[in-house]
């Protein structure tokens, strides 16, 4: 007659809280994928910013002066139109094909506010308030 046996015991593993603690702060510390940075230095385009610039002086030159000469010298349609061409950079920031447009737009109204009459009276009023 056979005789049966019992299989033998599985090994048993004891986990201490001090190994668990530990298990799991080493868990918690993996490093995350750092975001994609905001500002990459090779999407700065001095030659395509500066015919931005150039445009946006030409365009000032040709009709910001003209228009903000006949519409009285007007500070704060060069302060209203800086606060659009700041919300249109915030907005299209991403937007390869519209980027240099905006950036245009940025450009002449900071020269709006520099070289025009109404900029020009704006800038007086800041420094000395009259």
Do not use: Q
Not at 41 to 62: D, S
Not at 87 to 95: G, I, N, Q, S
Not at 108 to 113: D, V
């Amino acid at each position: 007659m056979a005789t049966t046996t019992a299989p033998p015991p599985a090994p048993m593993t004891y986990v201490d809280a001090r190994e668990l603690v530990a298990a799991l702060t080493a868990e918690s510390r993996k490093k995350e994928p750092e975001p994609a940075a905001r500002f990459d230095i090779h999407l700065v385009h001095p030659v395509r910013n500066g015919i931005a610039m150039l445009f946006g002086v030409v365009l000032t030159e040709a009709v910001w002066n003209k228009l903000l000469h006949v519409a009285g010298d007007s500070w704060g349609v060069i302060v209203a139109f800086l606060v659009a061409a700041g919300v249109l950079e915030w907005a299209y920031h991403d937007h390869r094909k519209l980027r240099w447009l905006v950036r245009v737009h940025t450009c002449s109204w900071l020269a709006a506010g520099l070289i025009t009459p109404a900029g020009l009276l704006g800038i007086a009023w800041i420094g000395t308030g009259a």
